[in-house]
């Protein structure tokens, strides 16, 4: 049976040979379950998928689903290159339910990805709910970003995770980062840091509005009212400022010093 290093051992080296990583760019796993998701929920269950598995440049798109008077849009641009600007993941979310019990709007994207280089970390977003006018009773609101080192599978180690759950607040806003919901809320690690070549990690947001018969009385608008909702979930990279080596610096001062020798002799 191979051990949780084999199996990541195994996986570094297919990606080696099937997309070789190019200087300063996030690479992506193009394999079953370890590639990139961008997907819609509208209702129970209708959603729309949009693989990005396999690409070597910039990525705009949109997944949408619609059933009922349930829409979610999820707008998203994604740019591997950050040999001269920042590469990112950026989500946008556009979001309708209707009042019926269990009916929802929800995105999610996902990526498993490697660097080549050390590369900075960022990590914003919020998620914003209006209640129908005149709604008593407020809905499921829910923000979950996290972003793992899933180098040995199990157990992944937390850069950052954030979830939080309203299910009582009217209007809710979300800021990522923060413990604001009603319900649940989890916040561990940094919205920014250090990510090191060699490493396999995953990057996953979820954003979501769900109908519930919270006051038991049942769907009676505007009590339990339809709802939208806006937000926006991005990551950023970027490679750390760069500081010369040992040598290089060491040879820097001595010129310097020769410099003020000189200058002093003069």
């Not at 709007?105 to 006018?133: N, Q, R």
């Amino acid at each position: 049976m191979k051990t949780q290093k084999q199996i990541f051992a195994l996986l570094v080296v297919t990606i080696l040979v099937r997309s070789p990583i190019r200087a300063d760019e996030i690479t992506i796993f193009d394999m079953p379950d370890f590639g990139a998701n961008a997907n819609a929920l509208a209702g129970p269950l209708f959603g729309s998928d949009t693989d990005i598995d396999e690409f070597t440049g910039p990525v705009v798109g949109t997944a949408m689903a619609m059933l009922g008077d349930n829409t979610a849009i999820h707008s998203y641009a994604f740019e591997t290159d950050f040999s001269t600007s920042p590469a990112f993941l950026d989500s946008t979310y556009d979001l309708t339910r209707s009042s019926i019990t269990g009916e929802r709007a929800s995105a999610e994207s996902l990526m498993y990805f490697m660097v080549d280089v050390p590369v900075t970390y960022d990590v914003m977003g919020f998620l914003a709910a209006t209640d129908e006018t005149g709604a008593t009773v407020a809905g499921n609101v829910e923000l979950e970003v996290e972003l793992l080192d899933v180098t040995d599978m199990m157990p992944p180690i937390t850069l950052f995770y954030n979830w939080q759950d309203s299910e009582m607040t009217l209007d809710e806003g979300l800021m990522l980062g923060e413990m604001e919901g009603d319900t649940t809320n989890f916040l561990e690690g940094s919205m920014t840091g250090l990510l090191e070549p060699g490493k396999l990690y995953k990057y996953r947001t979820l954003v979501t509005i769900n109908a519930i018969d919270i006051d038991g009385s049942g769907p009676l608008p505007p009590s339990d009212g339809a709802a939208t909702a806006l937000g926006a979930t991005t990551i950023v990279f970027m490679k750390p400022a760069t500081i010369p080596e040992p040598s290089s610096f060491a040879i820097f001062s001595m010129l310097a010093l020769l410099v003020s020798i000189r200058r002093i002799r003069a």
